[in-house]
């Protein structure tokens, strides 16, 4: 051996070098390696026990009331008390003595490197962490709770719901629709027999064109008569002569003059001689009153005054032909006129009100067709049997168009009339029309007259003069192609009078009347009773933005407002006239129509559990841990002290007590609203399914027909009537329903013969009024809502949200013990450190590789985040 090593001097150094020094530096690396993957290692369990420190403290009275978990504190006021967990544990490596500096792995935290915080977005009321929170709480409470509220059942009585308010709400729109159809058709039957009326009373062709020549002559005449009288009462010629002479004469003239204008050259002789004569009487002056002379002169005068009073009488004779002629005259010609206005424009008010018409009718029949869509998407074979019965009624009505001839007629008729009001509008004299409504024709004749009546002495000449005025233009008879004709013949009219217009035999204005009057009363009492509903003054005057500033988790998430924002219809209208059963109508379909996105919820809401139960979870949460309006009444009108929530808190010290559940469905500031809106929203669904019930029960409907049949009114608008009457039934049940359900008792939700109340003349079923399990509470109907908005995704949010803002004002008891607000409540926790491991090779190593080293150590810098 020593001979080989001789032999071999020094080469087994250097092979031994080859060997170990490799050896040594992989050995340096895996001991320094194992040191700082070692310190990583308690360096992590370190970091997660103090973490589960921080997290141990949670909120102990948030835990208890609500059963979410949460820091009490936050990490950065933990921080001191962190740091000192943190390095106990780095430091604790179980070897003695203390001073013992050779240990395998020593670490230390550097200074200032320390650092714990909340993680932000992690606080409780945070919406996917507050769902999680409580969906975890929820895990074994809420198939309790939900097995105890029976609600599934309860459920079942939503499906369809929308379909079949979309089906009744179209009837009422449609029924409504009618009365506005019967108003036309009883105005058209009013513009017919005016038509029939002018039909009747206008003279044939033949006797227009004589009156039109008779109105001519007429006019000559009354001209000659104007002229004669004018002449007669202004002259003033006197006769020469001498007196007994002019007496004899004006007495010889007398005798021999003509009745009327016939003697007018006599009588106006007679005026002249009379204005010659002066002081007649003087001729019995001076003489023997028994001498001849004496007596004839006396018989002279007395015939001069009989004579006298002669001329007088045909003056007036001449004066009132004079008048009457100007009068029959313009009557006569006006009358003819007017007949043919009135035809002529009550053709052009037929064909403008039968355009009206077919535009509603179509509208009307768009109604009818929405109708019936409605119903063949109906679920429920009942309501749909019964609705599809009563649609057929109407079906007759929108298939027939019997109008054609009517029209023709109408049209015929339109054309004869306008000929001949433009032939008499042709009339005129001295450049007035004949038949204008101002034409009077003395007073334009007698002007003319007047004119020419002092250049006439003569018959011939008043004749001349009579013709020179006579300004007559126009035509001097009536000629047309066509003739008048009758519209009663046509079957339109006969349908219209006799099918659509006709009042029901057993009509009775009086009875209407009474029975008008008699559910108006009805109604206005259950409508004072129905805004009491609504006023809402037992709750505390309370706004949350006003107690909170404005610093609730909605304003923190900037949670948006639900978009919805019902309130109690407000019900106007009766069954007194056309007006108001049209507004009761109206009411009607608003108060349907609150919220259509709850409500077509609803309809699917039984489906939407069974495939999820996150909803049903959150719901019972809800409905368990916050107080609501009822909350304090037991159903039997007992009154509950101290109502407990779900984990066994008293409910009575919440801020907005008796309207937290409402706040969460509308999230309105004020507490009082919310309630009323959540009123508004359960009348909405009860007068839903009593409309439903009112609609398709066959007694209902048979008792307001024959309430309808009372009404003096066509068959269309006795459909109005009967369809606002059951409006009217199904508000005052409605009304009844909600009254019931304020004060925590149970209603019926689908309605029946035995528990309906609201009868019209006869009651329905047995009326036995209990309750079956289907019944529903004012607490059944929140519980439904919440579930219903919970299942829409663009509601959840906002349901979170609110119900972190009744926790937030609870816990910080309205914002006055802030230090225990929601906003401060972490549910995470992350933690930051450097620490200092010490190592032996690999920092010369580094510092062979140029890379600078604090000694013999290693820092090692940690990151954790940990949670509930």
Known sequence: MLKFCRKHDGAISIFLSLILIPTLLFAGVVVDGARIYGSKNMISGAGDLAMNGALAGYDGSLNDAYGLIAMSKTPEELSSNLQDYFEATLTANGLTPRDFKKALINLELLEGSFQASGVEGTQIYQTEVMKQEILEYMKYRAPVTFVNRAILGKLDQFKGIDKEKNAVEDQITFESELAELQEDFDELLELVEQHTDVYKNIPSSSQISQQIQKTKDNYLRMCLLAIGYERLVTCVEAKTGDLRSLLEEYNDVAGHCEGGIQGFEKLLLMEKIDCGMDAPYSLLDGLDTDSDEYRE???????????????????????????????????????????ALSGYSTAQNIEIKMAEMKQKLEECSDLYGDWQESISALDSSDTKQEMSEQSKKYAP???????????????????????????????????????AEDMDPKMVIDPLAAQAAAAVNTQKELTNQAIAINDWKGPYQFSTAINKKDIETTEFVKYLREELCKPDDSSDKKKSKEKAKEWDDNLAEKLKEYVTLFTTMDIDDVNLQEISKGDLPTNWLNAKLDSQDPSSANIKGGMSDKNARKNISGSATKAMNTDDSTLNA??????????????????????????????????????IENPLSLSNDSLKSHEIYRAEVEYVIWGDPDARDNVTKTKAMIFAIQFVCNTIFAFTNGTLIGD???????????????????????????????????????????????????NWETWIIKKGGSGDKEHGMTAVKYEDYLWIIICAQLTISSTQAGILARTADCIELNQTNGKKNAENTLRTRFTMVKLSADVRTDTFFLQKVGEQNGTPVDGNTFIIHYKGIQGY
């Open 297 to 339: 002169i006396q018989k002279e005068l007395s015939d001069y005054e009989s004579n006298l009073e002669m001329w007088g009488n045909q003056l007036e004779i001449i004066n009132d032909e004079y008048k009457e002629l100007c009068s029959a005259t313009s009557i006569q010609i006006k009358r003819i006129y007017n007949y």
């Open 397 to 435: 009505f929108f298939a027939k168009d019997n109008t054609d001839e009517f029209m023709q007629i109408i049209e015929n008729n339109k054309q004869y009339y306008g000929e001949v009001k433009e032939t008499l509008e042709g009339m005129e004299f001295a450049g007035k029309q004949v038949v």
């Open 602 to 639: 609803l309809s699917g809401l039984a489906d939407a559990i069974h495939q999820g139960a996150e909803s049903v979870y959150m719901t019972e949460y809800v409905m368990g841990m916050l107080s609501y309006y009822t909350v304090n009444q037991d159903g039997k009108g007992n009154t």
């Open 704 to 754: 307001a027909t024959k309430i309808a049949n009372f009404f003096p009114v066509g068959v269309l608008g006795r459909a109005a009537i009967k369809a606002a009457l059951l409006a009217v039934v199904s508000i005052i049940e409605t009304t009844e329903d909600l009254n019931q359900l304020v004060k925590g008792e149970a209603v019926d939700l689908r309605k029946n013969d035995n």
